[in-house]
């Protein structure tokens, strides 16, 4: 597997500094879920974050994507191609995710009662990308991913190309980040092969970063960079404990 | 072509389609029963401001005003207590009258009443106010023992010019409601009639009677009167008549309008002088009519708040039907969050699918609207021989389909809030 592409000058595709985040109703006393210092993530590089579940993995990817929000007391800064994601709000970051951040999920989550053309095209809709290139545009991607029955409903296609469409559909509008929630918990080994192989290489051809989190074991050896969200907060409580203003370098040991 | 939110909504309609047409449905039922009651109670006081036409008085022994108007024009019983013809000549002589037509009511053929006028009754009078009668076939009756019918009763008995009939006396139906006290009906045998004419409809009562001469009857009555003392007399004629035999039973008047001097201010002076007469009843039927409709139009309040009830119940249906489905759309809504749907677009989805909802309901309404009003003016005009031309007032149909639409947006508001408020996070999860 070629190392990943890292342009120190370039935007990163993501940066994450000093995010701390417990959810809603929490008491003060709790730990915090995700209390991470600092995380870069070049563009087009690729990173794999493992952990247990109920570590907060997915809620990373949510506060990444801005579908959680990060409210007092929760602190931090998550950029996304160079913007403040958080400081975004309503309508405006959802235009911002539309854009610039992609989404796969285990179970895929495609629209029931729309063809895979329409799921691929349903992601363009909220873009800024002018609607009449939509078809076009979701056609073709969905052509280069191997889809070749573009009308037909998802249930109507294999697992796999299941997958082929929800990663059409994450990258449809050329975002910055890929976000991977456990690609691959619902295929057996040799499809969650295939569909890792087609996400990494979507995500590489295309130049965008892909942050993907899971715990299996086996995905190891496909990231050159991959991290335990545990250790991630165990570095920052090292690295900056008890006070939490300091300078956070720490979270870059895990590059 | 992009994908709209418009496909958006149809799908998820489409995705639903049982759920869709059965709430469609119930908001087409409410706007339907709206729609029909609004319409029905227009045509209902259309059709009982017919028949009293042209005449501004009508005068009979009956016992109040209501009465005389529901006996004299809708034909509701023949007048009890009838009227010499002495009195006739005296009141139409009172003043000047365009017209003193006098009626006279108690034989019937077949159930359907049977009218006995003069001439006048079709030369002067107008069923419909600027309508005169107009013939279908045939002409007025103009000498004894011919008659003249109106067109419903014509359609429902087969008779046509050159028929022969013989009348009844009394109404045949008396008989089976029992009445003690009711002279038993009997078929006057001895006197032919002939059909001489058949009318046109006028959408009114007078469409379920017959017309006749007054001569004929007060001879048939003669007969019936003379064969009780010397059962052996085979004929009456005019010449056996007597003065107590010549009786009628109610007089429509119309007030002659003078030059320079509008009717309006001549109608309550007459009025008032005839009233000063103890022994008649008179009466003015369009303030009876009035009169009548504001006895009704309680009944209306009370229909159109029921009408209202099953509007709102369908607004709660649609509310219900989309919050039901919530559950469903939570990971879908989920999904277009994550897609970069913002929050006021997934409330417009919502709410615009419970608008199409309302939209779909309002059309199915009118259909049955209509569909229902033709239903129900059958019924009413072949049950009571009300004459109902539906009409749907464009306003007010205009302001149902527009509430209905509106009242189903306002209940597709309660689901949108939940879909404006539902944590995307928790619904992308695996399900289980």
């Known amino acids: 597997m070629p190392e990943s592409p890292v342009h120190q000058d370039a935007t990163p595709a993501l940066r994450i500094a000093d995010l701390r985040f417990?959810?809603?109703?929490?008491?003060?006393?709790?730990?915090?879920?995700?209390?991470?210092?600092?995380?870069?993530l070049a563009p087009a590089e690729q990173m794999l974050l493992t952990g247990g579940s109920g570590r907060g993995k997915s809620t990373l990817l949510h506060l990444i994507a801005g579908v959680v929000d990060l409210e007092a007391p929760n602190a931090g800064r998550i950029e996304v191609a160079g913007r403040n994601v958080h400081a975004l709000r309503g309508p405006a970051r959802d235009a911002f995710r539309a854009r610039h951040i992609g989404m796969v999920f285990q179970t895929f989550n495609l629209l029931h009662g729309f063809s895979a053309l329409e799921n691929v095209m349903a992601a363009l809709m909220f873009s800024d990308i002018p609607p009449r290139e939509h078809r076009a545009l979701a056609a073709a991607l969905l052509e280069s991913l191997g889809i070749e029955r573009t009308d037909a409903a998802p249930d109507r296609l294999s697992v796999g190309q299941q997958q082929r469409v929800a990663v059409a559909r994450a990258?449809?509008?050329?975002?910055?980040?890929?976000?991977?929630?456990?690609?691959?918990?619902?295929?057996?080994?040799?499809?969650?092969?295939?569909?890792?192989?087609?996400?990494?290489?979507?995500?590489?051809?295309?130049?965008?970063?892909?942050?993907?989190?899971?715990?299996?074991?086996?995905?190891?050896?496909?990231?050159?960079?991959?991290?335990?969200?545990?250790?991630?907060?165990?570095?920052?409580l090292h690295a900056a404990a008890p006070g939490l203003a300091a300078g956070r370098e720490g979270g870059e040991a895990w590059r | 072509m992009a994908l709209t939110d418009l496909t958006i909504v149809r799908r998820s309609l489409h995705a639903r389609l049982f759920?869709?047409?059965?709430?469609?449905?119930?908001?087409?039922?409410?706007?339907?029963?709206?729609?029909?009651?609004?319409?029905?109670?227009?045509?209902?006081?259309?059709?009982?401001?017919?028949?009293?036409?042209?005449?501004?008085?009508?005068?009979?022994?009956?016992?109040?005003?209501?009465?005389?108007?529901?006996?004299?024009?809708?034909?509701?019983?023949?007048?009890?207590?009838?009227?010499?013809?002495?009195?006739?000549?005296?009141?139409?002589?009172s003043m000047p009258f365009a017209f003193a037509i006098p009626t006279q009511q108690g034989d019937s053929y077949r159930g359907f009443p049977v009218l006995a006028t003069s001439t006048e009754f079709f030369s002067d009078f107008e069923p419909n106010l600027g309508e005169p009668w107009k013939f279908a076939a045939g002409r007025a009756f103009d000498k004894p023992f011919e008659v003249v019918v109106g067109a419903v009763a014509a359609r429902e008995t087969g008779l046509r010019v050159g028929s022969e009939i013989f009348l009844t006396h009394g109404i045949a139906q008396s008989r089976q409601l029992g009445q003690a006290d009711a002279v038993a009906p009997h078929v006057h045998k001895e006197f032919a009639y002939a059909v001489v004419g058949?009318?046109?409809?006028?959408?009114?009562?007078?469409?379920?009677?017959?017309?006749?001469?007054?001569?004929?009857?007060?001879?048939?009555?003669?007969?019936?009167?003379?064969?009780?003392?010397?059962?052996?007399?085979?004929?009456?004629?005019?010449?056996?008549?007597?003065?107590?035999?010549?009786?009628?039973?109610?007089?429509?008047?119309?007030?002659?309008?003078?030059?320079?001097?509008?009717?309006?201010?001549?109608?309550?002076?007459?009025?008032?002088?005839?009233?000063?007469?103890?022994?008649?009843?008179?009466a003015q039927p369009v303030q009876q009519i009035d009169a009548l409709f504001r006895i009704v139009s309680n009944i209306d309040v009370i229909i159109l708040a029921m009408a209202g009830v099953v509007m709102v119940s369908s607004a709660i249906s649609i509310m219900l039907a989309?919050?039901?489905?919530?559950?469903?759309?939570?990971?879908?809504?989920?999904?277009?969050?994550?897609?970069?749907?913002?929050?006021?677009?997934?409330?417009?989805?919502?709410?615009?699918?419970?608008?199409?909802?309302?939209?779909?309901?309002?059309?199915?309404?009118?259909?049955?609207?209509?569909?229902?009003?033709?239903?129900?003016?059958?019924?009413?005009?072949?049950?009571?021989?009300?004459?109902?031309?539906?009409?749907?007032?464009?306003?007010?149909?205009?302001?149902?389909?527009?509430?209905?639409?509106?009242?189903?947006?306002?209940?597709?508001?309660?689901?949108?809030?939940?879909?404006?408020?539902?944590?995307?996070?928790?619904?992308?999860?695996?399900?289980g």
Request: glycine share 6%; hydrophobic share 50%; proline share 6%.
């Open chain 1, 171 to 236: 990258l449809a509008c050329s975002p910055e980040l890929v976000l991977a929630d456990e690609p691959t918990a619902s295929l057996d080994p040799e499809n969650a092969d295939i569909a890792m192989d087609l996400i990494q290489n979507a995500c590489r051809t295309r130049g965008t970063a892909l942050l993907c989190v899971s715990h299996d074991p086996a995905m190891a050896e496909r990231f050159p960079r991959r991290a335990r969200l545990d250790d991630l907060h165990t570095a920052h």
């Open chain 1, 22 to 40: 417990r959810y809603p109703g929490a008491r003060p006393t709790d730990p915090w879920i995700i209390d991470i210092a600092a995380l870069e």
């Open chain 2, 322 to 431: 989309l919050y039901n489905s919530m559950e469903q759309r939570r990971r879908q809504v989920a999904v277009l969050r994550v897609l970069g749907c913002s929050r006021p677009r997934v409330f417009g989805l919502l709410v615009t699918e419970a608008t199409i909802i309302g939209v779909l309901g309002a059309a199915i309404g009118l259909a049955l609207a209509v569909a229902g009003a033709l239903v129900a003016a059958g019924v009413l005009r072949n049950a009571i021989g009300l004459v109902v031309t539906p009409v749907f007032a464009p306003e007010i149909t205009l302001a149902v389909l527009t509430g209905g639409i509106l009242l189903s947006a306002l209940a597709g508001i309660v689901p949108a809030v939940m879909a404006y408020r539902s944590s995307v996070a928790d619904h992308l999860k695996p399900l």
């Open chain 2, 198 to 282: 058949v009318l046109e409809p006028t959408g009114s009562a007078h469409d379920r009677a017959l017309f006749t001469d007054l001569t004929s009857t007060w001879i048939i009555h003669a007969h019936d009167r003379r064969k009780l003392t010397d059962p052996s007399i085979r004929t009456t004629t005019e010449d056996d008549l007597l003065e107590t035999d010549r009786l009628i039973t109610g007089i429509y008047l119309r007030v002659a309008s003078r030059p320079g001097r509008d009717v309006t201010a001549l109608l309550p002076a007459a009025f008032d002088a005839l009233r000063r007469d103890p022994t008649i009843t008179v």
């Open chain 2, 19 to 93: 759920s869709t047409c059965v709430t469609a449905l119930t908001v087409g039922v409410a706007v339907a029963l709206m729609l029909v009651l609004f319409s029905m109670r227009d045509a209902g006081r259309q059709a009982f401001a017919r028949g009293s036409g042209n005449m501004h008085l009508i005068v009979s022994r009956d016992a109040s005003p209501m009465v005389a108007v529901l006996n004299g024009i809708y034909y509701a019983n023949p007048p009890a207590r009838a009227i010499e013809w002495a009195k006739y000549e005296q009141i139409a002589a």
